[in-house]
């Protein structure tokens, strides 16, 4: 079983910066994608950003070149440094991990979701 720790979301005024951060702790994962995701009142859950196990990143257009994903293996850790931050990213962000127990079972583990709220 795999327990995510989300901490970092809050409220901030337009164009200000938060730093969500997300450690599991567990089982033992190989080959691990970590990531962000959102959800806005009324709509779907998205992806933000992600970080595979082999270091590529990808980023959804509507944040590209604001936000930026991380990853400290060692800590089991992921960060999503979000800059510029606009009213239309105010969302419930939830952090993502996926990988193998074991090397042959795969797992993937939603967090509870951190608020990110930001005022105009």
């Known amino acids: 079983q795999v327990t995510l720790v989300e901490s970092g979301g809050g409220s901030v005024q337009a164009g200000g910066s938060l730093r969500l951060s997300c450690t599991f702790s567990?089982?033992?994962?190989?080959?691990?994608?970590m990531g962000w995701y959102r959800e806005a009142p009324g709509q779907l859950r998205e992806l933000v950003a992600d970080v595979r196990y082999g270091g590529d990143t990808n980023y959804a257009d509507a944040v590209k070149g604001r936000f930026h994903i991380y990853r400290d293996s060692a800590k089991r850790t992921v960060h999503l440094e979000m800059d510029n931050l606009k009213s239309e990213d105010t969302a419930v962000y939830y952090c993502?991990?996926?990988?193998?127990?074991?090397?042959?079972?795969?797992?993937?583990?939603w967090g509870q979701g951190t608020q990110v709220t930001v005022s105009s």
């Open positions: 993502n991990v996926q990988g193998y127990v074991g090397g042959v079972r795969w797992s993937e583990t």
């Open positions: 567990g089982d033992i994962l190989t080959r691990t994608n």
